[in-house]
């Protein structure tokens, strides 16, 4: 399993890029395994948007 960090929500879309980077994988594989569109989670990684839970499983 993977490293646990904490983050405040100010630097959490910021964290999830770096998650995303660091696996190698491309965010449409992530926003499709997600559930959401390729434009959501850069909303999301960029902090203009947030994540509700009706928004992926």
């Known amino acids: 399993m993977g490293e646990v960090r904490l983050v405040n929500k100010?630097?959490?879309g910021s964290a999830l890029r770096e998650?995303?980077?660091s696996s190698g994988r491309e965010a449409k594989v992530v926003a499709?395994?997600?559930a959401m569109s390729r434009s959501k989670l850069?909303?999301?990684e960029?902090?203009?948007v947030?994540?509700?839970s009706?928004?992926?499983p």
């Open 46 to 48: 960029l902090l203009r």
């Open 32 to 34: 499709r395994g997600a």
């Open 10 to 12: 100010s630097s959490l």
């Open 19 to 21: 998650l995303r980077e």
């Open 54 to 56: 009706g928004d992926g």
């Open 42 to 44: 850069s909303k999301i």
């Open 50 to 52: 947030g994540h509700r």
